[in-house]
């Protein structure tokens, strides 16, 4: 049906939020949402940053707060009618708050890149110089990468991982902070699959006089649930997603202690973002209220021994995974040995129904893959479901027509753990 003023009526009559109103209005994006419910139930999800939101998020992402405009702070908008929009924000804030043990909470960055943004704005200026992990290594496009703001408009240096070991070459970050005399440290990582040592970083940036922020977008998740350490107590700052093992919307959030506060805030709304998206922030309190159960705990801590069953069965079938293993939700391996490169690593695994990424390799010729267990967790796999997802995985990378032979399978496993229900 057309968008005219009479549709327009209709819309308003219907429930919210409500599918068949949906259907009837617009059948052709229906059916592209119908088809991604569908590819997201018949797959196995090991896209390490994604995962499978609660109804209540997603309820509350489809709330009517999606209309309301809310620039500002709770209590100081430009915008009237903000009394609800203030309490979603208060609430988000609060609960942030309590569950990561720090003084203050923004989470209006819209995403974890305008998180980071945020975090820079706030501590640096255009030109300063800023030791991160490099990107061939682990590092975040936020993290210095020539194609994004932060290359263009900071001078980065890249610290690395060890040759042999994978493990972050704290020697080296030392010595690069000694020698370059960075503004802002920042530590974490889109693929590294052990914890971080906040306290060493603190005390290398606390050696120069640099700020040190942590982007915790990955392990965030896990530090709710008391899975992974928490950075608070050491960063200056601390940028995460909301989504990926945190379970929350697609958004960003910034801690950081009292002192900086009114900076953060600042650095997010007026100077790095317009108008919050309130419906979001709503989901976020959501997801932060369901983080801060005993529930969440327990599967934050069975993401971690999944993703460390799932390590082990994969280095057992021949593929070497980074560092030897992990400590988090996070795994990466390198095909080659395999015969197949990471590219087409991810083919073959794609049309056998594992879905991941491939990551950069730091010392390999070509791709590695990276893959990530918050969502099959969800699901409610457990330990005998990763052996049997690694056995496909291997299958899978033999040959194209491997890869087809494998589908049936993971469709049938993946049939017996739906996300949702209904
Ligand atoms: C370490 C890190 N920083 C920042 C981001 C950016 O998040 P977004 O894609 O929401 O901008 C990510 C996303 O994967 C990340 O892993």
Not at 65 to 86: F, M, Q, S, T
Not at 285 to 291: K, L, S, T, W
Not at 328 to 346: C, E, F, I, K, S
């Amino acid at each position: 049906m057309p968008l005219t003023a009479g549709a327009d009526d209709a819309l308003r009559d219907a429930p919210v939020p409500d599918a068949e109103a949906l259907r009837r209005q617009d059948p052709q994006i229906a059916d592209v949402l119908d088809g991604e419910a569908r590819r997201q139930g018949d797959c196995l999800q090991l896209i390490a940053a994604e995962n499978f939101t609660s109804p209540a998020v997603l309820a509350a992402l489809g709330s009517r707060l999606a209309n309301k405009y809310a620039e500002g702070y709770p209590g100081r908008r430009y915008h009237g009618g903000c009394e609800y929009a203030d309490a979603a924000e208060r609430i988000a804030v609060e609960r942030a708050r309590a569950l990561f043990g720090a003084d203050h909470a923004n989470v209006q960055p819209h995403s974890g890149s305008s998180a980071v943004l945020a975090a820079y704005a706030a501590l640096l200026r255009p030109g300063d110089t800023v030791l991160a992990m490099g990107l061939g290594h682990g590092g975040h496009l936020t993290h210095g990468s020539p194609t994004n703001f932060s290359g263009r408009w900071f001078d980065f240096v890249p610290y690395g991982v060890h040759a042999e070991s994978g493990l972050v070459d704290l020697d080296e970050v030392r010595a690069l902070a000694r020698r370059h005399r960075p503004k802002a440290v920042v530590c974490g990582s889109i693929s590294y699959p052990r914890h971080l040592d906040h306290a060493a970083f603190r005390a290398i940036a606390d050696e120069v006089g640099a700020a040190l922020i942590v982007d915790a977008s990955h392990p965030m998740g896990l530090v709710a649930g008391g899975a992974a350490p928490n950075p608070v107590p050491y960063a200056d700052v601390v940028c995460a997603t909301t989504h990926k093992v945190l379970r929350g919307p697609r958004g960003g959030m910034l801690l950081c202690g009292a002192e900086l506060a009114e900076r953060i805030d600042r650095a997010v709304f007026p100077f790095t973002q317009g108008g919050a998206q309130m419906h979001t922030i709503a989901a976020k309190a959501v997801a932060f209220g369901e983080a801060a159960t005993p529930a969440f705990a327990a599967y934050a801590h069975q993401v971690v021994a999944n993703a460390r069953v799932l390590a082990g069965e994969l280095a057992l079938r021949g593929l070497p995974v980074t560092t030897g293993g992990t400590d988090t939700h996070l795994v990466t391996a390198d095909p080659g040995p395999l015969g197949v490169d990471g590219r087409t690593a991810r083919t073959r695994l794609a049309v056998a129904g594992i879905v991941l990424d491939t990551c950069a390799l730091p010392y390999g010729a070509g791709r590695g893959l990276r893959l990530g267990t918050a969502a099959v967790t969800t699901q409610g796999m457990g330990a005998a479901e990763m052996e049997t997802v690694a056995t496909l995985f291997a299958e899978a990378l033999g040959s194209d027509a491997a890869a087809r032979a494998v589908r049936p399978r993971t469709r049938e496993l993946a049939g017996r753990f739906p996300p949702y229900r209904g």
